[in-house]
């Protein structure tokens, strides 16, 4: 059972700030909530990883409201070298295994 | 460091081949995990190990797979028989600790085709 939904799919221009939302109804006190980035011919890689509130690095920002059901990963002005497969997990820190599931990602296209 | 160190990047057989895939996880990781990928099914967990023993195999989907983590900087997945229905791209990751609490770092993958 997939404990997250995003879209499958997003388009945008280079130069634009990127909104991708996951929806995770289901998480639990002890669950974070990280995303991976996947280009092709690669294995995922971290972005950003949150609890609550907001959390930003050099790369995104992430916001997660209060009642934690949904999480907004931002891209600020994305370029090209962006587009890639986004990932939302959310984590059980005490189960992992198939509790803790990649589902389709989000496939941005970054175009020119 | 190097990161998670995988071996072949690439892998052609023959349906019945025995095929055997390779990770070296980062140096001071306790878990590592072996993923699997293909189109239809998207980034699938076959199995993970915390310092060497196999914690959770339920997504191996049948005898056919097994992996093994003799020491803390070697581990290996090993398909026998292999079939054309295996073949996808296969990661392995390696992490500190849980990745509810950490990161998960991939290595490059072996790209396995079954003929």
């Known amino acids: 059972l997939a404990k997250t939904t995003q879209p499958i799919s997003m388009d945008s221009y280079e130069g634009q700030e990127v909104n991708i939302t996951c929806s995770h109804n289901?998480?639990?006190?002890?669950?974070?909530i990280t995303w991976y980035q996947q280009f092709p011919s690669q294995g995922p890689r971290f972005i950003i990883q949150g609890y609550k509130t907001k959390v930003t690095n050099e790369v995104a920002s992430l916001f997660i409201p209060a009642d934690r059901k949904s999480s907004t990963l931002s891209l600020p002005r994305v370029s090209l070298s962006d587009t890639a497969v986004y990932y939302c997990?959310?984590?059980?820190?005490?189960?992992?295994?198939?509790?803790?599931?990649f589902g389709p990602g989000t496939r941005l296209s970054v175009l020119p | 460091d190097a990161g998670v160190i995988q071996s072949p990047r690439h892998e052609v057989t023959e349906m019945g081949q025995e095929v055997t895939l390779r990770c070296k996880p980062i140096s001071g990781h306790d878990y590592l995990f072996w993923y699997r990928q293909t189109m239809m099914r998207g980034l699938e967990l076959l199995i993970y190990f915390n310092n060497n023993v196999p914690i959770d195999d339920s997504g191996m989907p049948e005898d056919r797979f097994s992996a093994k983590m003799p020491n803390a900087s070697f581990s290996t997945l090993k398909i026998q028989p292999s079939e054309p229905r295996d073949s996808a791209v296969y990661f392995c990751?390696?992490?500190?600790?849980?990745?509810?609490?950490?990161?998960?770092?991939f290595g490059p993958g072996t790209r396995l085709t079954v003929l």
């Open positions: 289901n998480i639990a006190t002890n669950d974070y």
């Open positions: 990751a390696s992490s500190p600790r849980l990745p509810g609490a950490d990161t998960q770092y």
């Open positions: 997990l959310v984590g059980d820190m005490q189960n992992y295994g198939q509790n803790f599931v």
